[in-house]
Every structure is written in C-alpha cells, then in structure tokens.
C-alpha cells in the first residue's frame, strides 16, 4: 500500500526565513512524487514534480530513496508562499494515475 | 489557459436526498477523477474514469456513489443517499491520455453540505 506522511500540519516562518516542509512515502514500487498547493480560495495546483527536477516559485525538492523522503525547500520564504501544501504519490497503470496525498502543511509566512 | 469548472460551488442537501455533482474536464483529456476532503483532513482519492468506464475506486467509493460521462462534456458524481458524513469538499480532476507520468489538473471544488 502506499503512503505519504507529512508530519507538520502547520509551518509558520517569518519572512526571508528559509522553509522545508517535510513529506516521507512509503510505497513499494518506483515512486513518483508531487507537490500540490492551495491558495486561500483557490483549486488544488501542481507545484512540481520530482521527475522534471525543475525549481518553481523558487521551491526545490529533491527524492532521497534511501530515506524515503521528499521534502519542499525553499531559500526565502515570501508573504504569497502563504498556503497549503500538499505532497502526492502517483502510481499509474494503464495510462490512469492513482493520486495519494498526505494530509497536507499549512504553510504561514510571518511579515 | 483552460481549466476543470465543476457546479455548483456549494450544495446542501438533506440526509437521505440524492445529490449530482458536476464537472466540465479540459477538452483535450480523456481521463476524469474525482476526490474528496473532508473538513480539516486529506484530500482523498475517489475514482478514476476512462473511456466510459471506472479504472479504479477507492473503498470510500461504495454503492451510494457513481459516475457518468453523460454527454461529451460533463463528467458527474451522484451520490444516491446521502449522509451526514458525506459533507465534504468534492474536488473533479482531468488529465490527457498517454503514458508516463501527466500532470492532473483540478477543478475549483464543489462543498457538500448535508444536514
């Protein structure tokens, strides 16, 4: 079965801080890891995905297999970072994603 | 940019009535999924949908639900019965046809309110 665990529920960082919200998966298969973000108000987006390696907004997260983690860094928190934070776990068969989301970090940046 | 519209924005219903959730999936996609969030909890993963058919369900996806692709744009989740604890966020999901891994993109959310 899979799983992803995000262990904060809420993150709160002053402004310019850095921040790293942490997920961990547990899943048996080769993994493939999201971060998904919602805005006050807003739909569920795509942040990033671990596969294309790319920094957006200027959020980072590396896979590390042997800790089975997946954890969303950034160097510089900003006010509109305000949000919360969803990590997911896809697996796919048939050309269909299955989507397992951890239970999410509320992430609060302090003025 | 086009996006998944799902109606209406928020619906209350009485325990026991049916309610149909609506979504209007990216054109061009050709699989539809639904989810759910309870208040204060995680998104949780309903169905998916392709071709016509259920791909996969969840456990929380039992008897009292279903899904439809009625016409060639609308994507709909009946709930027959409801119940109190079907009060929830109601979020539609699209994405394209094709292997490997594709972004899904989700609509906006429906909020279930049943009293």
């Known amino acids: 079965a899979q799983r992803v665990t995000q262990p904060e529920k809420l993150l709160s960082v002053f402004k310019g801080a850095p921040v790293e919200l942490k997920c961990n998966y547990s899943?048996?298969?080769?993994?493939?890891l999201f971060w998904y973000v919602q805005y006050s108000r807003q739909r569920l987006q795509l942040l990033l995905r671990?596969?294309s390696r790319e920094s957006i907004k200027g959020f980072t997260a590396d896979l590390n297999k042997g800790e089975t983690s997946f954890h969303l860094k950034k160097p510089f928190a900003q006010e509109e970072d305000s949000a919360m934070y969803y990590c997911?776990?896809?697996?796919?068969?048939?050309?269909?994603?299955?989507?397992?989301f951890g239970t999410g970090t509320k992430l609060q940046v302090i003025p | 940019e086009p996006e998944v519209t799902q109606t209406p924005s928020h619906q209350v219903t009485q325990m026991g009535q049916e309610v149909i959730l609506r979504c209007v999936p990216i054109?061009?996609?050709?699989?539809f999924y639904w989810y759910r969030q309870i208040l204060g909890q995680k998104v949780e993963f309903l169905v998916s949908?392709?071709?016509?058919?259920?791909?996969?369900k969840s456990e929380i996806f039992d008897d009292q639900f279903s899904v439809e692709r009625p016409d060639g744009s609308n994507f709909t989740l009946k709930i027959r019965s409801t119940k109190l604890e079907d009060s929830a966020m109601y979020f539609c999901?699209?994405?394209?046809?094709?292997?490997?891994?594709?972004?899904?993109?989700f609509g906006p959310g429906t909020r279930l309110t049943v009293t």
């Open positions: 997911a776990l896809s697996t796919h068969s048939g050309g269909y994603q299955k989507v397992t």
């Open positions: 899943y048996s298969g080769s993994p493939e």
């Open positions: 949908f392709y071709n016509n058919e259920i791909s996969e």
């Open positions: 054109s061009n996609h050709l699989y």
């Open positions: 671990h596969i």
């Open positions: 999901a699209s994405s394209e046809i094709g292997t490997g891994v594709f972004e899904q993109y």
